[in-house]
């Protein structure tokens, strides 16, 4: 009797979870692909399919209404932290009459509100396809109003970042949203609002990450977003990076373009399309401006106009390879540019100016003008001297400044450490320790310190918690924290990695860190994220991936190749691609080994790393994202791939129950988003668990089919996931929104019906 009842419940759960895949019930956008150059947006209300928009815009709709089907009669996902450590804020906003209320949005986490200048923060977007933002808007007449441009325009280096689903309006100060057009652009870098008549604005799009894509550029809406018309468009390979609405002749609009290209082994930021455009007559003609402008080896530009007087325009301009190029500065709307002292900021971009590209002018002052680099920078003459008004007590990298006309000693800057505010002018600041909205690349537990989290994070570092706590968190180490283990055998001994493959070790549970990287050649090439894991039955040894496989059996003292180059090589000139993109080791026979590369490599050792099987066949030439072995039978093996980096949105899975000889698809009824991370329950290896660019799914029968788990979870991609077996706790790592927990249970009662 028992059995048929969970036999129904389950049948029930996937036919609520079937119907949500294929109905959705009033989230419809903008169902035509943006080729042409005026649009209509349609109704937000109606129902549809989204047939006609792009794999990834519908995967993300998928993917929404399939939580909102779980909602009510799922567990819930409980949020586990930080709350005390900030993320990446990409703009800040302050409505023009209230000096409390203060909008946030971030890089992969959605659009906060706080209103108490804040002391706390409520979340606006959670509700919506994608929690990817690159700009906010508020009108200067009705502060009711909002635009949010979703998909970070920032590009990424070794770290990649999120594309939207386009623009959404709320009327209600963000309590609701509708999506208002613009939803194959990929991001968008900023909207401009006409002061004079709102229902005139601009939206700069930036592009899709991964894809060249005609929707680039920059677009007009004369009805408050119903309907937009793209007036500046010059290739699929060029976006608009910054737009600027002279406040006292709203007819002229500045657009800063930048040529942006990037793959997996390739990224080209910069080239002879970008440049600053002026219209004069409101958007619908267009001339480059070149007048003492630099015109080439040109990369990202960004402009800021100064309301006092708008004759006086400031633009700052990195070369190809992210460096600072110079300052500029026109006295007379643009007709001519002089350079102006640039030479104190050249270190504020560090190699990496795809980064930044803004400059903020104080509302009364044009002569004051806000450099936002590694550190925010401040020049009272107009760019001839200056200082730095964040350093040391500021988080690193700026992306937003927003300084209030009412009271324009009230600042609030935005960077990778979250929202800070001032009331001095910048004379000091004040971390506001929020929104959460940390990226996490991993998590991590261990059986014998149960209350223990790690994980690690998007220039954030090394975070611990140590009291299930969310306020709890503390860095261990700064940096870009990649993966973090814990020796099961001995909690005190932990494992770090910072980006490519920088491998740290820890004997006193993270008070001190070691270099840990002794035998590993320092040419070998080595991804952002470099994979490295404890065998699972002895945890002196561990496995660590670059373009060779490296094996340790002293606790990572000594490390020595044990394998061929397992990539295809590397013909790019790209030293971080073609190299080991994951590792798995047989928990039930640890002389197998698994590998797999970015460039789509799969291979199987034995006999201690001394016999390769190349295992690739039949499987797609993709990213290998996530390898799991089923713990009780080292033939049967889950392989996820991630075409992300190729614009392929597809949830590529797969299965061998021959370790490798012949595989199958096992994605079957999954939505359309990559696969970052798989993870048996080692008890019940029917049970699977898998992350995914939008969300955690879970199998009972192998594979056959998937359900999504629990209700609550932030529609963020999910990059890692861990399993604390004695409390039956699942904890996942989301890239924008914190680690979060869900308590497994037993029962159907518990968000998984029972297999007993």
Known sequence: MRGNVVFYVQLLCLLALLLCFTHNPGKKGNNAPLRSQSLKAAPAALPGTHAGISLPARALWQAQEARECAQGTAAKWQFAGPDNIGGRITDVIMPPNDTNTLYAAAASGGVFKSSDQGKTWLPLFDNEA?????????????????????????????????????????????????????????????????????????????????????????????????????VLYLSEATGCA???????????????????????????????????????????????????????????????ISAANPLVLYAVYANETGNLKGLYRTNNGGNSWNSINARPLY???????????????????????????????????????????????????????????LYPRLMVLGNDGGVYLSNNAGISWQSLAGPPVIQFYTCESNSKQQTYLYGGTQDNGFLKSSNNLSNDWEILIDGDGMELLSDPANPKMLYAAYQYGNLMRSFDGGLTFLDATNGIEENDRKIWRTPFVIDPLQSNVLYYGANYLYKSTDHAVQWYPVSPDLSNGNNTGNNNF???????????????????????????????????????????????SSIAVNPKDENTVFVAFSGYRQADFRPLLYKTNNAGITWKPAANNLPEAPVNKILYNPSDTGTVYIGTDTGVFYTLNSGKNWQILGANLPAVPVTDLCLQLKELRLVAATYGRGMFTFELGNTAAKGIPSRQ
């Open 130 to 230: 994608s929690l990817a933002v690159g700009s906010l808007a508020v009108n200067p007449q009705n502060p009711d109003i909002l635009y949010a441009g979703t998909g970070e325009a920032n590009a990424g280096g070794g770290s990649i970042t999120y594309d939207g689903t386009g623009i959404y309006k709320s009327n209600n100060g963000g309590v609701t949203w509708y999506q208002t057009g613009l939803e194959e652009t990929g991001s968008i870098a900023r909207i401009a609002i006409d002061p004079r008549n709102p229902q005139r604005l601009f939206a700069a799009a930036m592009g899709k990450l991964f894809a060249n894509n005609p929707e680039r550029g920059l677009y007009r809406s004369t009805d408050s977003g119903k309907s937009w018309e793209k």
């Open 242 to 304: 910054d737009v600027a609405i002279n406040p006292q002749n709203p007819k002229i609009v500045y657009a800063a373009m930048w040529e942006r290209v990037r793959k997996p082994h390739l990224r080209k930021y910069g080239g002879n399309t970008c440049g600053i455009y002026r219209s004069s007559d409101g958007g619908t003609t267009w001339q480059k401006l070149t007048g003492g402008l630099p015109q080439n080896d040109l990369g990202r530009i960004g402009i800021a």
């Open 347 to 405: 270190n504020q971009y560090d190699d990496y100016g795809w980064w930044f590209g803004n400059l903020r002018v104080h509302p009364n002052y044009p002569d004051y003008l806000y450099f936002l680099g590694l550190d925010l920078c401040f020049s009272s003459d107009g760019g001839k001297n200056w200082r730095n008004l964040s350093a040391p007590t500021v988080h690193m990298d700026q992306h937003a400044l927003f300084i209030h006309p």
């Open 578 to 624: 073609a190299a080991i993109s994951a590792i798995a080791v047989a928990p039930s026979n640890n002389d197998m080994i698994y590998a797999g590369t970015d460039d789509g490599n799969l291979w199987v050792a034995y006999n201690n790393c001394t016999d390769w099987i190349d295992i690739t066949a039949g499987l797609p030439e993709q990213w290998v």
